[in-house]
């Protein structure tokens, strides 16, 4: 069996300036879009609280929203998640801790009632008080006076006498999950949910996590264009880095354009991409290298065009194949997982594109500038066309 | 057949063999013990046959497939640090009083850890410069102006304390987690103030928040060394045997031991005098340090009588004989009543008592008036002189962890509720299923008998990959399967490349053997360098990569490896065998 019966003879250099200029246009649209829209950052890069609560009755995503509103949390995104009759969904939040700047001004107006202070601070992104009372006090009235504001509190820490007078203490403010889980269980004998999972990542550790992100996006490429310089012409290197780019900024779009949350396994994503979308091209340079050196003398441009037209029916397959293995976690997969392997069908597809269109082309376009380059030497004088 | 395709055969048959045989403990562990019983690795191994591998050799799933919490804690060694700059401040104000130098006084600025010293009277400051600075060697001057100087904490203590205050709160998170009992519990270092807390299996929210919501209590309590209490109640109401508690007695001073906390403290329980309290110590095992061997009883008495809150230091040091101690001083009110104590018991033990465990109980040998007490870890022949020292440094980084906690904040929490795993593992295997299924399906259609040769090889690629997440204790998570099936996608490409070159070759009228020689030859660097890519991308997402993630890039990762193996020597071994050995004038591709 053969997908492809007859020897192609596709003229795919011919067609390589508007395919350049429509990838040009698609991905700088996308960069545009990413710095206007930004991603839909998931809570591990955002920070932020998720929650995943399973009912075991009937109700809507409509139903979970009016109850937290009725409880006080009004930006809460709610969101179901698989088949409606499995009444599981996603409570979003923005913030992780309950401390707000209203909430840390009334704190302290609490505090200030059991005896004048020294000094306030609260922390807002860590969910942190620390104030100086000039006397002595016990954490457990302290603890009333904050909750009694509508704050809930882990822990009041007394942290000792300070120097020059006064004590140190500090409020440790609870989590939003916490409050998620008071607002919806408000009102009932027990609760009417169970607890799938909770994810709650800090705003400092979520921005963390997305530099070291970035950052090995660009670590694998490095290391990736060197073993490519290595291993091939160094004339290779740049039309494969090219290539890696264009793959990881049109994944991206799919990110933008679907709106799907971007977090950590959208990078494992956007790295298998890198990684994967090169295994095409190295397959055309390969065969480029080898017809080289069989049919020496001819242009370049000609050489690649055999290349590809014969390389052809595997690039297609080798995609087709991986793109087949994916096609049960895109039936069965749900949330991260489905992202995960659509937006890999997507690396897969536009990886297969960017090794023939854009990889390959960029080649000849600098061995054309080293043969100008050779020529102007040789001449002395500037070529009319490059 | 030549000789190199016998060894490669045995090779190849060895490998697979050895697979499956490390497959044994992960089939015993999902299809033969129960659920909540898959972590009970002495369980396992007594339900495997005798020659199956040890049970840890069993595929470990990540939290997100079994359940449990994960999370991050930060330390806030900032708060912990402005708080030693303010107490160094004072301590510098005193020496300057205590040596006559003249009188300063002291701002600190918290956010870069500075104090600025004032002089009353400006001629004496290039003497208190002098003496402060040669003194106070933490401290590094910033700059001199006039009769102010301003100095600031090094940055190599900054480091050292922060690296301190994490060991500290490790010390306390590890111990109260003993408390729970809960198996297979990871701590770790992660970056340079993170802790990062991996509990499988655990659901208890509520708990975890204890691990952060309290801060460690330190206590100094009296033992009762001469008590009877022990012995009496040991020969009076004998345990039973298979609860292991035994009687020991050291220095004429009786002590329960058992391997089992709950069972000690069940066994004590109600007997005790009514201003008397029982305490456990946690023997260290020699082996693997953070675990404890066994537990020893204390009877101290009800009454604290101090505090952490007044120890203001403790440092770890050794004495003119090399003998390791640790110098512990306590603060204005807490002397005072460490002089009172040490006065009324000399000769008797004093606990020193951490999250409700004794940590150690040294003798007082003396009175201690002023409130700088040392403590001596004393010679034990079993210990070397380095164990005695590390000792020490424990001891201290207990005092201070109790006396000044660097206080602790959740950076990351993900729990998995235990309902979830169970649909999660159905869901990702029947997504794995369908989508092997389909590639070995097509490639047995696309390339016929070559097709059903690298499909062999992608099932042994399958079982490698498995087996090696078993040997390597990797854990298997929800992305890690995701990784698993998208590896045998990239592996099974191999045979396309080297399958599509042999049809070239034999269209180029090559004959069969030739044909399928060349075609592997000549798609060997391709295959290889694809390979090397990919991996490539792969480790770096392994060392970057934390939780889940880091699931998906092991599967990656030794699923290429495997691939090189299967995709290539595997499947040239089986066809080399129908075109030379059946000497087949055709090869189906």
Same mark, same amino acid.
């Given at each position: 069996m053969r997908i492809i019966k007859k020897k192609t003879n596709i003229d795919f250099i011919g067609k390589r300036r508007p395919a350049l200029f429509i990838s040009s246009v698609l991905n700088l649209a996308i960069l545009v879009g990413i710095t206007i829209f930004g991603f839909n950052f998931g809570v591990d890069f955002a920070g932020g609280t998720v929650v995943e609560l399973k009912f075991d009755h009937r109700v809507t995503a409509e139903d979970i929203r009016k109850r937290a509103q009725s409880a006080g949390l009004h930006d809460v995104s709610v969101q179901g998640i698989g088949s409606a009759s499995e009444n599981s969904f996603l409570l979003r939040l923005g913030g992780v801790t309950q401390l707000t700047k209203e909430n840390?001004?009334?704190?302290?107006?609490?505090?200030?009632?059991?005896?004048?202070?020294?000094?306030?601070?609260?922390?807002?992104?860590?969910?942190?008080?620390?104030?100086?009372?000039?006397?002595?006090?016990?954490?457990?009235?302290?603890?009333?006076?904050?909750?009694?504001?509508?704050?809930?509190?882990?822990?009041?820490?007394?942290?000792?006498?300070?120097?020059?007078?006064?004590?140190?203490?500090?409020?440790?403010?609870?989590?939003?999950?916490?409050?998620?889980?008071?607002?919806?269980?408000?009102?009932?004998?027990?609760?009417?949910?169970?607890?799938?999972?909770?994810?709650?990542?800090?705003?400092?550790?979520?921005?963390?996590?997305?530099?070291?992100?970035?950052?090995?996006?660009?670590?694998?490429?490095?290391?990736?264009?060197?073993?490519?310089?290595?291993?091939?012409?160094?004339?290779?290197?740049?039309?494969?880095?090219?290539?890696m780019v264009h793959d990881v900024i049109m994944v991206s779009g799919y990110f933008l354009v679907t709106r799907r949350e971007f977090n950590l396994t959208s990078i494992a994503v956007l790295l298998t991409v890198i990684g994967y979308s090169i295994n095409d091209t190295i397959v055309v340079y390969d065969r480029i290298r080898e017809e080289m050196v069989r049919y020496k003398g001819k242009p370049l441009p000609e050489i690649i065009n055999i290349a590809v037209n014969d390389t052809l029916s595997r690039t297609i397959l080798t995609s087709g194949v991986t793109a087949l293995s994916l096609v049960g976690l895109l039936i069965f997969g749900v949330g991260e997982i489905w992202d995960f392997a659509m937006a890999m069908l997507v690396g897969i597809i536009v990886g297969t594109y960017s090794s023939v269109y854009i990889a390959s082309p960029l080649t000849i376009w600098l061995d054309e500038r080293a043969a100008a380059k050779e020529r102007e030497a040789k001449t002395g004088m500037k070529p009319k066309v490059a | 057949m030549d000789r190199a395709w016998w060894w490669k055969l045995a090779i190849i048959l060895v490998v697979t063999l050895g697979s499956v045989w490390f497959l044994v403990p992960s089939y015993y562990s999902f299809f033969r013990l129960p659920r909540e019983q898959r972590n009970n690795l002495k369980l396992l191994q007594e339900k495997m046959p005798k020659w199956a591998p040890p049970a840890k050799y069993r595929l470990n799933l990540g939290l997100d497939l079994q359940g449990g919490i994960h999370m991050v804690m930060r330390v806030d060694t900032k708060t912990a640090l402005q708080k030693r700059t303010e107490r160094r401040g004072l301590q510098i104000s005193n020496y300057v009083k205590d040596k006559k130098l003249g009188e300063v006084n002291v701002d600190a600025d918290p956010e870069r850890f500075e104090l600025t010293l004032t002089a009353v009277d400006p001629a004496t400051m290039d003497a208190i410069e002098k003496d402060v600075l040669a003194t106070f060697d933490d401290f590094t001057k910033i700059r001199r102006d006039g009769n102010k100087l301003t100095i600031a904490l090094k940055d190599t203590q900054i480091n050292r304390f922060r690296d301190e205050s994490v060991d500290q709160a490790m010390?306390?998170?590890?111990?109260?987690?003993?408390?729970?009992?809960?198996?297979?519990?990871?701590?770790?270092?992660?970056?340079?103030?993170?802790?990062?807390?991996? $509990?499988?299996?655990?659901?208890?929210?509520?708990?975890?928040?204890?691990?952060?919501?309290?801060?460690?209590?330190?206590?100094?309590?009296?033992?009762?060394?001469?008590?009877?209490?022990?012995?009496?109640?040991?020969?009076?109401?004998?345990?039973?045997?298979?609860?292991?508690?035994?009687?020991?007695?050291?220095?004429?001073?009786?002590?329960?031991?058992?391997?089992?906390?709950?069972? $000690?403290?069940?066994?004590?329980?109600?007997?005790?005098?009514?201003?008397?309290?029982?305490?456990?110590?946690?023997?260290?095992?020699?082996?693997?340090?953070?675990?404890?061997?066994?537990?020893?009883?204390?009877?101290?008495?009800?009454?604290?009588?101090?505090?952490?809150?007044?120890?203001?230091?403790?440092?770890?040091?050794?004495?003119?004989?090399?003998?390791?101690?640790?110098?512990?001083?306590?603060?204005?009110?807490?002397?005072?009543?460490?002089?009172?104590?040490?006065?009324?018991?000399?000769?008797?033990?004093?606990?020193?008592?951490?999250?409700?465990?004794?940590?150690?109980?040294?003798?007082?040998?003396?009175?201690?008036?002023?409130?700088?007490?040392?403590?001596?870890?004393?010679?034990?022949?079993?210990?070397?002189?380095?164990?005695?020292?590390?000792?020490?440094?424990?001891?201290?980084?207990?005092?201070?962890?109790?006396?000044?906690?660097?206080?602790?904040?959740?950076?990351?929490?993900?729990?998995?509720?235990?309902?979830?795993?169970?649909?999660?593992?159905?869901?990702?295997?029947?997504?794995?299923?369908?989508?092997?299924?389909?590639?070995?399906?097509?490639?047995?259609?696309?390339?016929?008998?070559?097709?059903?040769?690298?499909?062999?090889?992608?099932?042994?690629?399958?079982?490698?990959?498995?087996?090696? $997440?078993?040997?390597?204790?990797?854990?298997?998570?929800?992305?890690?399967?995701?990784?698993?099936?998208?590896?045998?996608?990239?592996?099974?490409?191999?045979?396309?490349?080297?399958?599509?070159?042999?049809?070239?070759?034999?269209?180029?009228?090559?004959?069969?053997?030739?044909?399928?020689?060349?075609?592997?030859?000549?798609?060997?660097?391709?295959?290889?360098?694809?390979?090397?890519?990919?991996?490539?991308?792969?480790?770096?997402?392994?060392?970057?990569?934390?939780?889940?993630?880091?699931?998906?890039?092991?599967?990656?990762?030794?699923?290429?490896?495997?691939?090189?193996?299967?995709?290539?020597?595997?499947?040239?071994?089986?066809?080399?065998?129908?075109?030379?050995?059946?000497?087949?004038?055709?090869?189906?591709?």
């Open positions: 840390s001004a009334q704190a302290e107006a609490a505090i200030r009632a059991l005896g004048p202070i020294k000094f306030f601070n609260a922390d807002l992104d860590n969910g942190l008080i620390n104030f100086r009372s000039e006397k002595k006090l016990d954490p457990e009235p302290v603890k009333q006076a904050v909750e009694g504001t509508g704050t809930g509190i882990k822990e009041v820490r007394s942290l000792g006498e300070a120097q020059g007078g006064g004590n140190d203490y500090q409020v440790v403010v609870s989590g939003m999950a916490d409050r998620v889980f008071t607002a919806m269980k408000q009102g009932l004998d027990k609760p009417d949910f169970i607890v799938q999972r909770v994810d709650y990542v800090g705003p400092q550790v979520g921005k963390q996590l997305r530099n070291k992100g970035i950052m090995s996006l660009v670590y694998a490429m490095v290391m990736i264009l060197i073993y490519v310089a290595f291993r091939f012409d160094f004339k290779f290197g740049p039309g494969a880095l090219v290539a | 010390l306390v998170i590890r111990k109260r987690i003993d408390k729970w009992g809960v198996a297979e519990a990871d701590i770790r270092k992660r970056g340079n103030d993170s802790i990062q807390i991996s $509990l499988p299996g655990y659901q208890d929210a509520e708990r975890a928040k204890e691990l952060i919501g309290t801060t460690a209590q330190l206590e100094f309590r009296m033992v009762d060394d001469t008590s009877p209490f022990f012995r009496t109640l040991y020969q009076q109401n004998p345990p039973p045997k298979e609860s292991g508690i035994s009687l020991i007695e050291r220095e004429g001073f009786p002590q329960l031991e058992a391997k089992d906390r709950e069972v $000690l403290l069940a066994y004590v329980k109600g007997k005790v005098p009514p201003d008397r309290k029982v305490l456990l110590e946690c023997i260290a095992s020699t082996v693997k340090k953070d675990t404890c061997e066994s537990y020893r009883t204390y009877l101290v008495d009800k009454n604290v009588p101090l505090t952490g809150e007044n120890l203001t230091s403790a440092d770890a040091s050794t004495d003119q004989f090399g003998e390791a101690e640790v110098n512990i001083s306590f603060d204005a009110q807490g002397a005072r009543e460490f002089a009172t104590l040490t006065k009324k018991n000399v000769g008797k033990r004093m606990a020193i008592v951490l999250d409700d465990d004794v940590h150690s109980a040294p003798r007082i040998n003396e009175e201690i008036p002023n409130g700088r007490g040392r403590i001596t870890i004393g010679r034990n022949p079993t210990k070397t002189r380095d164990e005695q020292i590390e000792e020490a440094k424990l001891l201290a980084l207990v005092l201070k962890g109790g006396a000044l906690p660097a206080p602790v904040t959740v950076g990351e929490i993900r729990q998995v509720g235990a309902s979830l795993g169970p649909e999660l593992i159905r869901k990702g295997s029947l997504a794995a299923i369908v989508g092997l299924a389909l590639v070995v399906v097509f490639m047995a259609i696309y390339y016929r008998r070559s097709g059903l040769i690298a499909d062999v090889a992608l099932i042994l690629n399958g079982a490698l990959i498995l087996s090696f $997440l078993a040997i390597f204790n990797a854990t298997l998570t929800l992305p890690g399967i995701a990784g698993f099936v998208l590896t045998l996608g990239i592996a099974v490409d191999a045979n396309v490349l080297i399958n599509e070159r042999v049809r070239e070759e034999l269209a180029h009228g090559k004959t069969a053997r030739a044909a399928v020689d060349q075609g592997y030859d000549r798609a060997f660097w391709t295959i290889f360098d694809a390979h090397v890519t990919t991996l490539i991308a792969g480790a770096i997402l392994f060392a970057t990569g934390t939780g889940p993630v880091r699931g998906f890039a092991t599967a990656l990762v030794i699923g290429l490896v495997a691939s090189l193996f299967t995709s290539i020597i595997v499947t040239r071994v089986i066809t080399t065998y129908f075109v030379h050995g059946r000497n087949a004038q055709t090869v189906s591709v």
